[in-house]
T-cell receptor
Framework: DAKTTQPTSMDCAEGRAANLPCNHS???????VYWYRQIHSQGPQYIIH???NNETNEMASLIITEDRKSSTLILPHATLRDTAVYYC???????????FGTGTRLKVLA | DAGVTQSPTHLIKTRGQQVTLRCSPK?????VSWYQQALGQGPQFIFQ???????QRGNFPDRFSGHQFPNYSSELNVNALLLGDSALYLC???????????????????FGPGTRLTVL
């Protein structure tokens, strides 16, 4: 199964951009990268997904490297409510299951 | 529009007992996935149901079984509970494919709040 590697924790000042990296060096050509976040043991919340091109929505931007071996989730103006565990997930080709890692615990500091 | 709902919110059982957890998918969704999340870990895929059948299964023993009803709601059953089964159980719903082909592009899953199971 494709695996992802993320830093265990990160801090970010309120109002600044939060850049969360993810390594997925074994990703296959047709496998998408998804990002979810989980706030205080609630259910995970979808943020964004992408295949090859950079993506942006109202919540975040996703930058995927040209070789697709890594990606970065960018929260442009972090707020205290963005404090959560962020999961980078590869949807394994030919399956229906998300493979979650242990995620990055982001703490936004006032 | 109600999102994914799960019941009960919390549950306490003893070793050896059996438990049933319930999930109602988001309106319009026909696919339900179940995940187990131990404390401090990411969710682990248990199985997924589509058209009332188990479509895919993760690395969980047969003690874990499920069911999907014609209205797309789903149940997760766990028999012979072990202490290690204590976890947050998450249900996620999504749209399923119509052709039967694997659908690996846009497949956003909407998660419920979870059921906290404690086994004593």
């Amino acid at each position: 199964d494709a695996k992802t590697t993320q830093p265990t924790s990160m801090d970010c000042a309120e109002g600044r951009a939060a850049n969360l990296p993810c390594n997925h060096s074994t990703i296959s050509g047709n496998e998408y990268v998804y990002w979810y976040r989980q706030i205080h043991s609630q259910g995970p919340q979808y943020i964004i997904h992408g295949l090859k091109n950079n993506e942006t929505n109202e919540m975040a931007s996703l930058i995927i490297t040209e070789d697709r071996k890594s990606s970065t989730l960018i929260l442009p103006h972090a707020t205290l409510r963005d404090t959560a565990v962020y999961y980078c997930i590869v949807l394994v080709s030919g399956t229906y299951k998300y493979i979650f890692g242990t995620g990055t615990r982001l703490k936004v500091l006032a | 529009d109600a999102g994914v709902t799960q019941s009960p919110t919390h549950l306490i059982k003893t070793r050896g007992q059996q438990v049933t957890l319930r999930c109602s998918p988001k309106s319009g969704h026909d696919t339900v996935s179940w995940y187990q999340q131990a404390l401090g870990q990411g969710p682990q895929f248990i199985f997924q149901y589509y058209e009332e059948e188990e479509r895919q299964r993760g690395n969980f023993p047969d003690r874990f079984s499920g069911h999907q009803f014609p209205n797309y709601s789903s149940e997760l059953n766990v028999n012979a509970l072990l202490l290690g089964d204590s976890a947050l159980y998450l249900c996620a719903s999504s749209f399923g494919p119509r052709t039967g082909a694997y659908f690996t592009s846009y497949n956003e899953q909407f998660f419920g709040p979870g059921t906290r199971l404690t086994v004593l």
